[in-house]
Nanobody
Framework: VQLQASGGGLVQAGGSLRLSCAAS????????MGWFRQYPGLEREFVAA????????YYSDSVQGRFTISRDSAKNMIFLQMNDLRYEDAAVYYC????????????????WGQGTQVTVSS
């Protein structure tokens, strides 16, 4: 599976951004997809995940209610709509694929995309 993330940028606190991830390769129905983020000097942390077939979604407590993960099966893409962005949301965001949403939530990632930087300003 190859993953290509995009959509990062500079946004004011309280604003919104939408990240996109284009996936290709093996059948995506056999994978769960998700987003992670990484702060400088720290490990990547789970943000959100979605099952490809049943559209079940999961979020970290820090983004629950502000971020929404979705997918477009026809385009083989997933998205992360980020609303009410806070300074602590500024990080490099990574698209990821794994065997299940549980695996992703545990940090067991099979495939990583490249990161996209999100910067939040005052």
């Amino acid at each position: 599976v190859q993953l290509q993330a995009s959509g990062g940028g500079l946004v004011q606190a309280g604003g919104s951004l939408r990240l996109s991830c284009a996936a290709s390769g093996r059948p995506l129905s056999s994978h769960a997809m998700g987003w992670f983020r990484q702060y400088p000097g720290l490990e990547r942390e789970f943000v959100a995940a979605i099952t490809w077939s049943t559209i079940s979604t999961y979020y970290s407590d820090s983004v629950q209610g502000r971020f929404t993960i979705s997918r477009d099966s026809a385009k083989n893409m997933i998205f992360l709509q980020m609303n009410d962005l806070r300074y602590e949301d500024a990080a490099v965001y990574y698209c990821a694929a794994g065997g299940s949403t549980t695996a992703l939530r545990q940090g067991n990632v099979r495939y990583w995309g490249q990161g996209t930087q999100v910067t939040v300003s005052s």
